[in-house]
Structures are given as C-alpha cells and as structure tokens.
C-alpha cells in the first residue's frame, strides 16, 4: 500500500503540474495556436479553453468513480495516470498554427478536454484512496501531505514557467517541460502497476448515486477551490485593479504565498489529528462568512505587505478547511457510493464556482464597482457550506 500512495502522490503532481503549466504558458501557447487573433483575443481564446472543463470533467469523474466501484480504486488509477501520460506525450507533439493550421487549435481543445477527462478522475479518487485502511487519527497528517505534492505540482509549473519566460526564445522551449511531465507519468505509471491490491467487489446496490449527497456536496468543494484561487490567482489582477500595487509584484509574491501554503499544510496536519472533522469545516465556514468580506473591503487601501497578509490570511482558512475535508468524506459516505458521490460532487463544485471564480469575482466588482462584492460572493458560498454540513447525516446504503 505505501507504494502505491507513492505513486499516487505522484500522479497528483503530475497533474496539478500538468494543469497549472497550462494557465502560465497561455501567454507564450496564445500566439503560437491563435496567431489571426489580435493579442488580447488570442488570450482570452487561449484561456478560455480550460471551459471544456466544465463537461469533461464531471464526465470523468462519474466513469471513474463508476469504475472504483466495479474493478477496484487501483485499477482505476492506473487507467487515468496513463491516460493522462499519453494525453500529455500528444500535447508535446503539437505544431502550432504555422505548421498545422486550423487543425491545431481544435486539437490543442480536444486534448485539453481529454487530459481534464482523466484528469478528474485522478483527482476526485486518489484523495479517498490514500485514506485506506489509515487510522483515523492518521487520516488528517496524510491528507496533508497529499495536499503538499498538489501544492507542490503548481509551484513546480510555476517555477518551470517563468524560467521559459525568460528564455531568448520562449515559443521554441513550451514543450520541454511537458516531456518531463511524460517521464514522470511513466514512472508513476510503472511504480503502480507494481502494487497488487486485493480488492473486495461490492454487492450491485440499488442506487449507485446519491443525488441529494452530490448536490449538498457542490457548494462544499466549491468553496474549497476558492480558498485555493482567491488568494493565489484572482488577487493578481484584482489587486492591481482596486490598489495602487503593481500586477508583477502581486505576482512575484505568489511564489512565495505558495510555499507558505506548503509549509502550513505541513505543520497542520500533525497539529490537528485529533479535532473532530465536521466541527472543524463549520468553524472555518463560520470564519469565512465573517472574516472574508471585511478582508475584501479593506484591500483598496492597503499597500503590498496589507495585501500580503491578507492572502495568508484566506490561505490559512483554505488549509484549514481541505486537510479535514477528506476525512469528513471516509466519515460521511459509505463504501457503497463514497468514490461516486465525492467525485460528481467536487467535479462540479470544483468547475462551477472554484474554476470560475476568478471570472465571476471579477464581473461583481465590475457591476457593482464594490471591491467587497467578490467577498460577500464567498461569504455566501461558505454559508451554504455551512448548512449543507450542518444538516447532513449518515445513511446506510
């Protein structure tokens, strides 16, 4: 089992790695795949590509999850780490549109769709399956650690990025890290199909899905995923918009916000082993819909350091909130529809309001030229987190 939870973890940097590098090479990936743009439609094309997500991914994460059930959460990660391997391997092979023309910004599309397919997979089940057969005062210090190699993941990309950033010539070097991501996805790959798992076929159960426990699951992993982009993605434009601080120093602390978001997952886990999960996501709930709004309206007249503290601050709600989270899952859902309830629920919770949550944080503050309005949004979020927690209970299935 520990070779397994190995080859997990590094699947999981594999993907966070995968997935983030995208979002910082667009500048670079833009004008290679959408040259007919001008420069500013060229990126939002090229961003607007991860909304392929929002079908992909709940795809994924209901045939993957269906899958779990039948043939065994192991045999279902190595599908989606080759997948995602060979999904990546075709990425690195693609011309740009001098070389294929139209042709290869549909494929750029149809392979972004096809990584975030296993992709969710991936992501929706290896957070339960490291948990398996763990002792529950051990559950909390080993979801942190597999937070610690997602977070890992993104500051790899976003260290490999800006290292092609600034490079002579950029467009001709996008592919190098991606071969390495093809490397290590084989590697893990391999690592897995050297662990022989038994696994126990459950009973054919009469309802595989609980639609009401996926529905009051959407608000939950949705807020999860903003505590993440709040701090780390959104305030990068946001801030430079509502202060006088400049984008690029919002962005050159970002790099160093995220190994604070390592180190705190690190020192959490430990810290927390014995608080009960349920109490803990409703205290944190309960901080965001107080704290968050009053951190937003104060952000228009803070400088660097203000707004520093004040993502640290929504960082360490977020790491609060995700370390239990799992454990609330193995505690909440019964083996029966565990995998398939959790990974509907967070590919959509995820897509919907985590995904875009830098878009719609954005557009409030446009509408309503209120800098608070993107924190009253999260403080809703977070209080129907807070009752779809509070007014759960466990059922037999």
């Known amino acids: 089992m520990n070779k397994a939870r190995i080859a997990t973890c590094l699947a999981n940097i594999l993907d966070h790695f995968d997935t983030s ?3 910082f090479l667009v500048p670079i990936l833009a004008p290679l795949f959408f040259p007919k743009s001008d420069s500013v439609v060229a990126l939002i094309q090229g961003y607007g590509i991860v909304i392929i997500g ?7 994460a209901w045939y993957f999850s269906k899958q779990a059930h ?21 990425f690195a092979l693609l011309q740009p549109y001098e070389q294929w023309g139209m042709s290869a910004a549909v ?28 002792e529950p005062e051990k559950q909390h210090p080993m979801t942190a650690m597999y937070l610690v190699t ?27 890290p991606f071969y390495g991501s093809v490397i290590t996805g084989f590697a893990g790959w391999w690592l897995r199909c050297q662990c022989t798992l038994k696994f126990t076929k459950k009973e054919p159960i009469q309802t595989q899905y609980d639609w009401r426990a996926i529905v009051r699951l959407v608000p939950i992993t949705g ?15 946001f801030a430079s918009l509502v202060t006088a601080i400049p984008m690029k120093d919002m962005m050159a602390s970002s790099t160093a916000l ?17 608080m009960d999960s349920k109490k803990l996501l409703l205290k944190i709930c309960i901080l965001c819909v107080c704290i968050i709004p009053f951190l937003f309206w104060w952000i ?28 609330w899952y193995m505690e909440e859902f019964s083996d029966n529809n565990r995998y398939s309830t959790t990974a509907i629920g967070y590919a959509i919770g995820s897509e919907v309001f985590g995904r875009s949550f830098p878009a719609v944080g954005l557009a409030l503050w446009h509408i309503f030229h209120l800098a608070v309005a993107p924190g009253i949004y999260i403080a809703l979020i977070s209080l129907w987190a807070y009752l779809s927690i509070i007014f759960s209970n466990k059922k037999p299935y």
């Open 54 to 60: 929002f079908i992909t991914r709940p795809l994924g």
């Open 258 to 274: 995220m190994v604070f978001d390592l180190g705190l997952l690190v020192l959490l886990g430990p810290l927390i082993r014995k």
């Open 21 to 23: 590098l995208y979002g």
């Open 223 to 237: 807020l999860s995923y903003i505590l993440y982009s709040a701090p780390l993605i959104f305030f990068n434009g």
């Open 300 to 327: 228009p007249s803070v400088a660097l350091f203000g707004a520093t503290v004040i993502r640290m601050i929504i960082i360490g709600l977020g790491v609060a909130f995700c370390i239990p989270l799992h454990r």
């Open 107 to 134: 494929l750029l599309c149809l392979l972004r769709g096809i990584q975030n397919f296993f992709g969710a997979g991936e992501t929706s089940i290896a957070g339960l399956y490291v948990l398996e057969g763990v």
């Open 150 to 176: 997602q977070m890992g993941g993104i500051l790899l990309a976003g260290a490999v990025a800006n290292c092609i950033f600034h490079t002579t010539q950029p467009d001709l070097y996008w592919k190098w």
């Open 70 to 90: 039948i043939v065994g959460p192991h045999r279902v990660l190595v599908t989606t780490i080759l997948g995602m391997t060979i999904t990546t391997f075709c």
